[in-house]
């Protein structure tokens, strides 16, 4: 370890005793247990019913998975099925290689699917759950430094990562040793936590509603990413077109279309709080409370009624 860097992991796997557990299958299911268990409160105290977010991400979390892999393998169809390669691999996910803009939108997908059985209006659901997938992409981001992957530009600063050479993209002559990189996955992990805090402030304070939740952390997710792009140095198949890497015209595309939406969700009066997150009354959640008022007002009528009838027969046996 240098004086002044972050260290990699030797290998990545972390071991339970005997049972090894791969560190990027665990950073992306802590992340996708976070950004669930979050979004259920947020759903909770949107007016959704308890349960509601535990049974979309059944849906969401496998098409999400089979979205960021499919997005992967096509941009990076060399390592698979090239002269040599091993089409197999492209199922090997434990290893690393999921695309973000490929799990969101597939992810989505999962999650309209698993809100429509359940009678729940789309919209209001995408800004409930929308800045908790920062919380996931975030956390997820720490399988990269398990794996060694996705790092950035050589540099001298104090946060240099230490990579091993067999790990750098044109082989162990590439870089001198003692080299340290960008931590872009600790960039992006930064990004997306403050990203989370910020979006959730300004849906209160702005009282944000119609999808523009969503347009806002595409935006600044995209504006991040973009930043961040520019750093890497990985081999990607997709890459210099007109210049710019494939994510970073991902990240411009995305971007544009979220402001679009902004905007005419905000200068037509569709952006506003939905009263209602349900599209079948039926299927929301009992007012128990309305319940509970409703009982004691009964009660308290019986007991009026029985107090009258006391005093009647009071007032009989003195007359």
Not at 81 to 96: D, K, M, N, T, V
Not at 244 to 254: A, D, K, P, Q, V
């Amino acid at each position: 370890m240098l004086p002044m860097s972050i260290p990699s992991p030797a290998e990545g796997v972390l071991w339970l005793g005997p049972i090894p557990l791969r560190g990027y299958a665990f950073a992306i299911i802590l992340g996708i247990i976070v950004a669930v268990w979050v979004s259920e409160k947020r759903w909770q105290a949107r007016g959704g019913r308890a349960g509601d977010i535990q049974d979309i991400a059944l849906w969401a979390v496998p098409f999400g998975l089979v979205g960021g892999r499919f997005y992967h393998v096509i941009t990076d169809w060399q390592l698979y099925f090239s002269e040599g390669a091993h089409p197999i691999e492209a199922l090997y996910i434990w290893r690393g290689g999921l695309g973000v803009w490929g799990a969101i939108a597939l992810g989505a997908v999962g999650a309209i699917i698993g809100a429509r059985s359940k009678g729940i209006k789309i919209v209001p659901l995408l800004d409930t759950i929308a800045p908790t997938c920062l919380l996931a992409m975030g956390i997820g981001r720490w399988g990269n430094w398990f794996n060694q992957e996705l790092f950035g530009r050589p540099t001298d600063l104090p946060w240099g990562l230490e990579i091993d050479p067999s790990r750098y993209p044109d082989g162990p002559s590439q870089f001198p040793v003692g080299t340290t990189f960008h931590p872009t996955f600790l960039y992006e992990f930064c990004w997306d936590i403050v990203l989370f805090f910020v979006i959730v402030y300004l849906q209160k304070k702005l009282r944000l509603g119609g999808g523009r939740v969503v347009a806002l952390y595409v935006m600044a997710y995209c504006l991040g990413r973009g930043l961040i792009e520019t750093l890497r140095i990985d081999n990607v198949q997709l890459a210099n077109v007109l210049g710019l890497r494939w994510s970073e015209w991902m990240s411009i595309i995305l971007f544009v279309l979220a402001a679009a939406w902004w905007a005419y969700a905000t200068f037509t009066g569709r952006g506003k709080v939905e009263d209602e997150v349900y599209s079948d009354p039926a299927k929301a959640p009992a007012n128990d409370t309305a319940i509970d008022t409703e009982i004691e007002t009964e009660n308290d009528s019986a007991g009026d009624d029985a107090d009258n009838g006391t005093d009647d027969e009071e007032s009989s046996t003195k007359a």
